[in-house]
């Protein structure tokens, strides 16, 4: 079945740039997203980026697509200590029908900023 | 404005007890889902509704039952609840067309004592 790899843990400076990786398995997905839990809080919608796409930068965040390695990343510019959360990559495989799409999350990984 | 809500935002009851969640999105979407986030964070989908129709059913017990009375609602009944149902179960709505993203609600935070 699909399976979405990411690593629990990073820990940054605050001002450096964060890197958070993601594997996945599956080549037919078509979107791939980045979602941000914060503590207690629900989960917000980053960004997205089309198979079809080597890169997507908005603003401080730049996603980067190796669709042959199966590889995603998000890197965070100047981190700063409101980014500390958990971060979700996700992929949009299964078209279930009818307008439904099966999203797979990978397990988070948890950034911690350090002043 | 809203975009998907969903209540309770707390919910602590007793095994056995029989409980409701409700969401509501307000983005004109098609489709609508439920998925569950167990104490170490994983994800995993539950059922999606597309226009009141259940599309996707995952293995999940036949205690839950989700209802969709029109496509800007879908609810998530639970009987019987068990301690391994406490999580957060989140809402979430796609227009269901071109586009898959899915906006999340807040996330309603169930502890079955």
């Known amino acids: 079945g699909e399976d979405v790899e990411q690593s629990l843990f990073l820990s940054v400076r605050e001002g450096d740039s964060s890197v958070i990786n993601c594997t996945y398995t599956d080549s037919s997905s078509t979107y791939l997203y980045w979602y941000k839990q914060e503590p207690g809080a629900g989960l917000q919608l980053l960004t997205y980026?089309?198979?079809?796409?080597d890169m997507k930068q908005d603003q401080r965040l730049t996603v980067l697509l190796n669709k042959k390695d199966k590889h995603l990343s998000l890197r965070i510019a100047d981190t700063q200590t409101g980014d500390s959360a958990i971060y979700f990559c996700?992929?949009?495989?299964?078209?279930?029908?009818?307008?439904?799409?099966?999203?797979?999350f990978g397990k988070g990984t948890k950034l911690s900023v350090i002043p | 404005d809203t975009a998907v809500s969903q209540t309770p935002k707390y919910l602590v009851t007793q095994m056995g007890n029989d409980k409701s969640i409700k969401c509501e999105q307000n983005?004109?979407?098609?489709?609508m889902y439920w998925y569950k986030q167990d104490s170490k964070k994983f994800l995993k989908i539950m059922f999606s509704?597309?226009?009141?129709?259940?599309?996707i059913n995952e293995t999940v017990p036949n205690r839950f039952s989700p209802k969709s009375p029109d496509k800007a609602h879908l609810n998530l009944h639970i009987n019987s609840l068990e301690l391994g149902d406490s999580a957060v179960y989140f809402c979430?709505?796609?227009?269901?067309?071109?586009?898959?993203?899915?906006?999340f609600g807040p996330g309603t935070r169930l502890l079955v004592l």
């Open positions: 983005l004109g979407h098609d489709t």
């Open positions: 509704y597309n226009n009141k129709e259940l599309i």
């Open positions: 980026i089309f198979s079809n796409m």
């Open positions: 996700a992929e949009s495989d299964s078209y279930s029908g009818a307008g439904s799409y099966q999203l797979t």
């Open positions: 979430a709505s796609s227009k269901g067309r071109e586009k898959e993203t899915q906006y």
